[in-house]
Each structure stands twice: as C-alpha cells, then as structure tokens.
C-alpha cells in the first residue's frame, strides 16, 4: 500500500485545481497543500467570460468561485502571479518563476490549456484571443456599440463572443473554414441549423474560408481581415477563436495521458482538467474534453485516488454553450455516427447521434432541459464498459 502524502502541490488554480485542493481537504487531508496559479485572479468561472463578463452582466469579482478567507480557513497556501516552470519527478521538486522551489510528494498538474494562436501572421492591435479574464477584459473594453466586430472560427467561443456582441449592438462577421459552424462537434445538418439561426440575427456567415492575413490602417492598428476567397471583411476589432492546446509542457507533451483516476505515468504525479487526456472505461479509449464539468469531476477523482480512496472519473460527458438565445446542451461523445434524428419545432430542437446499431452514442439539446436526465440514464445503461485500464494495458504490454 501507498503511503499517504503529506505535502501536495498542485498546479494551475482553475477549476480543477481548486477541485482538486477542496477535495483533499474535505475528505480529511490535514497536511501541507499548496495551490499555484500564474494568473493574478482568484480561481473563477471560466464560462461566464464569452457570456455574461463579456455582456457586463457580471463584474470579475463575481466570478470568483472562492474568497480569500476560504484559502485561508482551508489553510490552502494560494501562490497566485507565479508559474511553475519546471517540475522533477526524480527528485519530487517544483520549480517557481520566483525563484521558489517546493517539495511534494504528490504532484497535481492542472494546468489547463491556452488559446491555439493563428501562425504565420502578424496580430495587429485590436486583434483579441479569449482564455483569461485578463483577456476578456481587454475583448470587453473594445465591444462597442456599433463596431465592427469579425470571430475568426465558428466553434463554440467564436459563436458564444458573436452572440454576445449581437446583443451589445455590435456589427458582427463571422468566417469560418468548414461548411457549417460546430461542424466537427456537431455535424453538418446541425452546424447549417444554427448557421441559419446566426444569420436570422444578424451576422454575416462566411463559411468555406479562411483568414490569410490581418490588413493594418495608417495608424498600424487592425483595418480589415482578408480571406481566402480573396474577399475581405472591414472591422475594428477581431476575436480569433481557432480552439485551445492543452498546456501539458511540464511533463513534456502537450496533453497529459492518465488512468481514470488521474494518474500519469510517473508515480505521485497526476493531472486533471483541460490537461488531460484521461482513460474512459466506458469508451475504451482515452479522451481529452474541454469542459467544465469533466474538469471538476476528474479532480474531485484524482484527490480521493491520492488519500487511497481509489476513484474513477467515467460519468457521461457533458457540457453546454449559451448563443444566440439557445441553450445547448450535449450529454454523452460521438467523434463519428451512423445517423441522426433530430426533433425541431422552431424554438426549440433535439438531437440523438445514434451508432450502427442504433445505439445512443450522444444527444444534443437546445432550449429542452427538461430533456437531459432521461438522455443520461439512456446514455450511462448503453455505454460500453471495459474494466481495462491504460496502466493495466502497459503493465500487461510489459510482461
Ligand atoms: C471563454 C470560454 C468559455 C467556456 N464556456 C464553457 C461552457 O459554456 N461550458 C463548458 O462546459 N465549458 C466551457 N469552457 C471550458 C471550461 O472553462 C474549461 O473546461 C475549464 O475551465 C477547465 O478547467 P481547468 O482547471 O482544467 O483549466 P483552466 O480553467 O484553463 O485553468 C488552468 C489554470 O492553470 C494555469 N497554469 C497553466 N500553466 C501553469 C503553470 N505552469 N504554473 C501555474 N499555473 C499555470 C492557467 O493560467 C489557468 O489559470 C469555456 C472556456 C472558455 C475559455
């Protein structure tokens, strides 16, 4: 049996690594812990930025998930400002930008993702990225009723952002490569069922091509982007929402494979949240989501699993997006499917993904909470499950 750790350090204060600090305090742990975040602010909701922080419904501080007295109380030592820029599994040590450097003997790497940035060009002035409030912040200050806003990609933070600016009055564009929006997630006939909502609202869609480059005014600041189709769209602020990498450098790679309980392949080190790509039992296969609630149930998973309270994180996916006065909400995972039925009065829609054999593999709702716990029993009694898990694989691949 492994010894119970007596110092933990964990690595990245977003939500799973808050998840993961609350967890281990609440289910007894009473020695050293240690979160450390390189943004200024107190953990806080993510979501909330491309929707209500961006719309001025909510203030900064009304996003924090946690006050100060409660790292206080929790006795969590919060080091805030501060990157951790190397770690040593051999020697179980971690690396501060200040220059500090902790001891642990269980390392919880939350380190999240990033902006995927365009490459080969130049972002002028006015050209925005959205993961941090620091980054919202500057996107808010810039939305201004009747300017001209254009979001690089129709994924979900392009379309949340798009709508969001809509209801501030903005002008908006959106251009998108694929042939739909959320076509990759969603699928074409879905993607071509929001397209149609976004240009009811107003935006104009411009699907099949892509940005090649950022056009400047005199004053050096953004005038225009310029497409592939050789057209262009005049604004005076853009957002490029292209996706996320998932920040895994400390160990290495840029995600960070586990067993369902969060484990890595180093011992006493585990990772949660963005970071990872965890095993999935009942898909059988590894899967990185980007989503809020998978990052807290991975933490909450990954701190039982350190006190020796074994956990596996395998609940039916989930997550939702707000646009365009639609509430979307996705259970379950499908990368590919056989066939889909969808069930659309207008206002509101359903959608089930369904395998070859006409097995639920995900379900999107829009509008139709009510829909959801059903979905979920439907999905959790269908899912495949195998009790391998990555490590036994390796084990039994080495024997
Ligand atoms: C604009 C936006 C809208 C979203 N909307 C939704 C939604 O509607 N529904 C949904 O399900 N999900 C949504 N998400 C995704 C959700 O926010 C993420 O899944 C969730 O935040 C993941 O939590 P995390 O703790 O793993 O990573 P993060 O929240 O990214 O936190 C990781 C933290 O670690 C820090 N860090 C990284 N490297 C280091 C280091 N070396 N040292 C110290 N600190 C470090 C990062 O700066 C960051 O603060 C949205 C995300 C964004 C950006």
């Not at 109380?73 to 020697?91: A, D, F, T, W």
């Not at 005014?217 to 602020?237: F, K, N, Q, T």
């Not at 990052?295 to 990954?302: P, R």
């Not at 707000?322 to 959608?351: H, K, M, N, P």
Request: glycine residues 10%.
């Amino acid at each position: 049996m492994t010894r119970r750790p007596e110092n933990i350090v964990v690595v990245g204060a977003g939500l799973a690594g808050l998840r993961s600090a609350e967890t281990l305090r609440a289910r007894g742990f009473d020695g050293r812990l240690t979160l450390v975040g390189d943004e200024t602010h107190l953990p806080y909701e993510r979501p909330a930025l491309s929707k209500e922080l961006l719309a001025g419904k909510r203030s900064p501080e009304q996003l924090a998930l946690r006050q100060p007295e409660f790292f206080r109380e929790q006795q969590i030592e919060l080091l805030l400002g501060r990157r951790v820029e190397k770690v040593s599994p051999k020697h179980r040590t971690a690396l501060l930008s200040d220059g500090r450097e902790l001891l642990w003997d269980a390392l919880v790497i939350a380190t999240g993702a990033r902006a995927r940035r365009m490459r080969g060009v130049e972002t002028p002035p006015g050209v925005h990225y959205l993961r941090t409030l620091s980054d919202a912040l500057a996107l808010r200050s810039e939305l201004v009723r009747g300017k001209r806003l254009a979001v690089v990609g129709a994924g979900f933070i392009g379309a949340e952002v798009a709508s969001t600016a809509v209801a501030l009055g903005l002008d908006v564009s959106v251009v998108e490569p694929l042939a739909a929006p959320l076509e990759r997630v969603l699928g074409t006939e879905i993607g071509m069922l929001l397209a149609e909502r976004y240009r009811a609202q107003g935006v104009d869609l411009r699907l099949g091509t892509g940005v090649t480059d950022f056009a400047c005014g005199p004053d050096g600041r953004l005038r225009a982007l310029e497409l592939s189709d050789g057209s262009e769209i005049v604004c005076d602020v853009a957002v490029v929402g292209i996706g996320a990498e998932p920040a895994g450098e400390l160990l290495g790679a840029p995600a960070i494979e586990t067993d369902a309980s969060g484990r890595t392949e180093h011992e006493g080190i585990y990772a949660c949240g963005d970071v990872a790509s965890s095993w999935r039992p009942s898909l059988g296969r590894h899967l990185r989501m980007e989503h809020w609630t998978s990052a807290a149930g991975q933490a909450a998973a990954v701190a039982r699993t350190i006190l020796g309270e074994e956990s596996v994180h395998d609940d039916v996916p989930f997550f939702w997006s707000d646009q365009f006065g639609l509430r979307l909400q996705y259970v379950g995972f499908a990368s590919e499917w056989a066939s889909i039925d969808v069930e659309d009065d207008g206002d509101t829609f359903s959608v089930r993904y369904l395998g070859e054999d006409e097995r639920l593999l995900a379900a999107l709702v829009a509008n139709r909470p009510g829909e959801l716990a059903g979905l979920r029993r439907e999905l959790a009694a269908s899912a495949v499950v195998s009790h391998t898990t990555s490590r036994d694989e390796r084990e039994l691949e080495a024997v």
